[in-house]
């Protein structure tokens, strides 16, 4: 979800305008999908980096976490959306876990689609943090190096159980990853918008959609393999 800020200061608003008015497309983001029968909607909306962002900002997206998901927590239970997180949840400010972990609780018997939050996440956190319990369990005689396999590293990332995405959504024009799910997306089709994440519509995410299903995804095989004909 990226653009917030220029949306903002755009129309010569603060940025964190941007961020409130990014609620909305979250929402649209989510019911459309919803809609159209995805099971896992993951949403980058705060990375390790951000964390370095001026303090009146991320205090501003702290308490707008918080306001949101108290506010959409009766939505999310009335249409069966299960609310998970991943990333260094630890490093949230007190009230914002409590409120997160709450609400995960809340909604963990859902099960139409699950709408997972990245927050103070990043992939190389992750692939550190990976990379120690693996070394700690090959320390402790748990596992030998030659049993290391895909999976045994999968079991480690914070999307454990999860299945890696298959669309990747980047608005406001950037084309890059910035640190986002890097292991998970060795095959994710990519959809570049310039759209502005405030302005992002269920329209636009249909039409990444219908851009998807008129690829031919042919993880490392050729055509023919898997498009028979
Ligand atoms: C995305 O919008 C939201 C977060 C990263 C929290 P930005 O805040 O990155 O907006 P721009 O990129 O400055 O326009
Ligand atoms: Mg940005």
């Not at 409590?98 to 018997?109: E, F, S, V």
């Not at 956190?125 to 596992?143: D, P, S």
């Not at 990332?157 to 292991?183: K, V």
């Not at 249909?206 to 031919?216: F, G, I, P, S």
Request: charged share 25%.
């Amino acid at each position: 979800m990226d653009g917030n800020g220029r949306w903002a200061e755009r129309q010569g608003e603060h940025r964190v305008m941007g961020h409130a008015n990014g609620v909305r497309s979250v929402r649209e983001a989510l019911t459309g999908a919803t809609e159209i029968g995805v099971k896992y909607l993951t949403l980058y909306a705060f990375s390790t980096e951000n964390w370095n962002r001026p303090k009146a900002e991320v205090e501003a997206l702290m308490d707008l976490l918080v306001r949101t998901v108290v506010g959409e927590l009766e939505e999310l239970n009335a249409n069966g959306v299960r609310l998970h997180a991943i990333g260094d949840i630890a490093s949230l400010p007190d009230s914002c876990r409590n409120t997160l972990q709450d609400a995960i609780a809340a909604t963990a018997k859902n099960d139409r689609i699950t709408i997972t939050l990245a927050l103070s996440y990043s992939s190389r956190w992750e692939l550190v943090r990976m990379t120690r319990e693996i070394a700690t369990k090959v320390r402790a005689g748990e596992l030998t190096p030659e049993q290391i396999t895909e999976e045994t590293l999968e079991q480690h990332l914070s999307t454990i159980g999860m299945p890696d995405p298959e669309l990747l959504i980047r608005t406001s024009g950037e084309q890059r990853l910035s640190n986002f799910l890097l292991w998970q997306i060795a095959y994710a089709e990519l959809w570049f918008t310039p759209v502005l994440w405030p302005d992002f519509r269920k329209e636009h995410l249909y039409q990444a959609v219908l851009d998807y299903q008129n690829r031919e995804r042919r993880f490392g095989l050729v055509s023919e393999q898997v498009t028979p004909r």
